[in-house]
């Protein structure tokens, strides 16, 4: 046997809603974590199966790890495969399934009163601060907008209150993050759901260990879709 397939078959997730909304998944298949990522320190995390163990990676870390084969498959969300596509392997990455797990919406969003479609029929060149910026241009583009686009990587709520831009593209998920900064939603960009990412090169070489992980991805989302 060579190396790679003897080697454990590595699953790389996110902390938080990913993490959390993978275990029950995990679980109907009979795949027990060792640890909670949330008081554990360890990035490495074995399973109850000897040849399956999990990494704990940033969310847009995820596809990097999975392009490169350090990871045979990652579970993440569109907004971060958006934001990633084509990557430094174009075609090294397989999404065969949408998981329907953490559910949100890519949204734009204004303060309270500020009115968006006049600005924007006005013809307006708005400024947009965001962490989705390659989402928010191609948003933009198609619906013909001139916009000033501003990566942040946090907080940006906080831009339209204190001037930095005129609106913001963020993930809107009940609401609550924008009602507590004043702002309102003003335009849905995209659903956002995660998805299981697989390396095309695990796969054809692993697919007897990796198959039946799909399988069981496959039935829980057609079971979360019922
Ligand atoms: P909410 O207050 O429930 O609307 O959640 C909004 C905040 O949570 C924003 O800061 C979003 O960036 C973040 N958020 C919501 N849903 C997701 C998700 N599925 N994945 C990552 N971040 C999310």
């Not at 734009?108 to 962490?131: H, N, P, S």
Request: charge should be neutral; proline fraction near 4%.
């Amino acid at each position: 046997m060579t190396e790679l397939q003897q080697a454990p078959i590595t699953l790389a997730l996110s902390k938080g809603r990913i993490f959390e909304e993978t275990l029950p998944l995990l679980q109907d298949a009979g795949i027990e974590v060792s640890e909670d990522p949330e008081t554990s320190r360890k990035l490495i995390l074995s399973t109850n199966q000897p040849d399956i163990r999990i990494i704990i990676v940033r969310a847009s870390d995820v596809p990097t790890y999975v392009e490169y084969g350090a990871a045979d498959l990652g579970i993440a969300g569109k907004d971060v495969l958006v934001e990633h596509a084509g990557g430094a392997h174009p075609g090294a990455l397989y999404q065969p399934i949408d998981l329907q797990i953490a559910r949100c919406r890519l949204c734009v969003a204004t303060r309270e009163g500020f009115d968006y479609e006049a600005a924007v029929q006005q013809g307006a060149r708005l400024r947009i601060a965001t962490k989705y910026v390659r989402a928010a241009r191609d948003h933009f583009a198609a619906k013909g907008v001139y916009v000033d686009l501003i990566k942040l990587y946090g907080s940006m709520e906080l831009a339209p209150l204190i001037g930095l831009a005129d609106a913001i593209v963020d993930l809107v998920s009940t609401g609550n993050t924008l009602r507590a900064n004043g702002l309102v939603a003003v335009e849905d960009i995209m659903p956002i759901s995660s998805r299981l990412i697989v390396n095309r090169a695990s796969l054809k070489l692993r697919r007897k260990k990796i198959q039946p992980m799909l399988d069981v991805f496959q039935r829980a989302s057609q079971e979360t879709i019922a």
